[in-house]
């Protein structure tokens, strides 16, 4: 069994992805993700790994790109304001087909902001960030645990369907400390006969492309790309369910918003409300079928978000408009609290009866 240590989430994420064969990081330092990038520094030399510093935010993606292309297991990191930057080079991997691991950790905004905890790159995450039609996987851990299985994972989603994944933290989740187990080496050799690696004038040569002027060629491309979306949809979805079979009022929420609210769920239960919470794990795709189902016996949903209200349009769509839906939300840094979330219970209790 493998021993439990206290590190941060941003530890957490980097250890993990070099136990996984990640041995390529590229990156900027930007707060309060800057210990990713700190930790690559520190261990990558060690292990006979690349750690490079570029000199900016886009530099450092499109050397990802490049590295990805090469068919190595490659990762970039930053918070808000960089992945903005990163976003012209995350569409450019998305039309290459290419898979990387991108680490938002995300801060306040829009603009600079602040260095606070957000969750107001949501929109961002889930709309694909940059031009075009694509998706990201996005990746939504709660704990420091799960900041370095989510990492994992994301390696080998990004491999399984050619395509980049994005871990979706918040300053909380990165700077917050937790016991860990961190497991043995996953890194398996992945076979990647698309890449750019020599032929040795034995196979055909590979090229990795974004760019089409056929415009037939383009729509076919998009087109399997989706079908291959339609398969994430199926098999991807994840998410976490608590205390939600006889709810009344169900409230929904990722990453730390989501730690809150289970708390004031069980504080909800206490006073004869039947509460529960529902957690998506993966933002894109976002589990809409499973929380549908709940719109069947709940009465009312609530949003709990570090944003002035971006996932609630999802909730929304999940249920198809056949309940209510209201926000509790804290923005600038600020975190919602247990009493706030609780709070809303109640008040969606009072609407709609939701008394035990």
């Known amino acids: 069994m493998a021993q439990k240590v206290l590190m941060k989430g941003n530890e957490a994420i980097a250890e993990a992805a070099i136990s996984c064969g990640c041995r390529h990081y590229f990156g900027y330092p ?7 990038a700190a930790y690559m520094a520190k261990r990558m030399p060690k292990i006979g790994g690349t750690f490079l510093q570029a000199e900016s935010e886009i530099a ?3 050397m990802v790109i490049g590295a990805s292309a090469a068919g190595i297991r490659v990762m970039t990191s930053s918070s808000s304001p960089g992945i903005s930057l990163k976003s012209e080079g995350i569409s450019y991997m998305a039309g290459c087909d290419l898979p990387a691991l991108i680490v938002n950790v995300q801060r306040g905004g829009p603009g600079l902001g602040g ?15 940059g031009h075009g039609d694509y998706h990201l996987i996005v990746l939504a851990p709660a704990s420091v645990q799960e900041m370095a299985q989510l990492t994992v994972q994301g390696f ?13 933290a918040d300053g909380t989740m990165g700077q917050m400390m937790e016991p860990v187990e961190l497991a043995e080496s996953t890194a398996e050799k992945v076979e990647k006969p698309w890449a750019l690696t020599g032929t040795g004038m034995k196979r055909p040569h590979n090229i990795v492309n974004s760019l089409s002027l056929t415009p037939d060629e383009l729509e076919s491309w998009n087109g ?20 939600c079979d006889d709810a ?7 990453g730390i918003a989501a730690r809150v609210a289970k ?81 809303s219970i109640k008040a969606a209790a009072a609407r709609t009866g939701g008394n035990a």
Not at 224 to 243: F, G, Q, S
Not at 263 to 268: G, H, I, K, P, S
């Open 263 to 343: 708390n004031a769920v069980d504080a909800a239960r206490a006073a004869g409300i039947k509460a529960g919470m529902f957690r998506p794990i993966t933002l894109w795709p976002f589990p809409k079928e499973a929380l549908h189902k709940r719109a069947a016996t709940a009465k009312e949903f609530i949003s709990v978000e570090l944003s002035m209200g971006q996932m609630i349009e999802d909730v929304e769509l999940a249920i198809r408009c056949e309940r209510p839906v209201s926000l509790c939300s804290r923005v600038g840094g600020m975190i919602p609290s247990p009493a706030e979330v609780l709070a």
């Open 224 to 243: 399997e790309r989706y079908k291959r979306y339609a398969v994430i949809e199926k098999e991807e979805t994840r998410y976490e369910e608590y205390l």
């Open 30 to 36: 930007i707060t309060p993700q800057t210990e990713v």
């Open 156 to 168: 080998d989603l990004a491999d399984k369907y050619r395509m980049p994944v994005m871990l979706l």
């Open 115 to 129: 260095i606070q905890p957000s969750q107001s790159d949501y929109f961002q995450a889930t709309r694909g960030g």
């Open 60 to 62: 450092a993606v499109n």
């Open 248 to 254: 009344d009022i169900i409230v929904v929420g990722f």
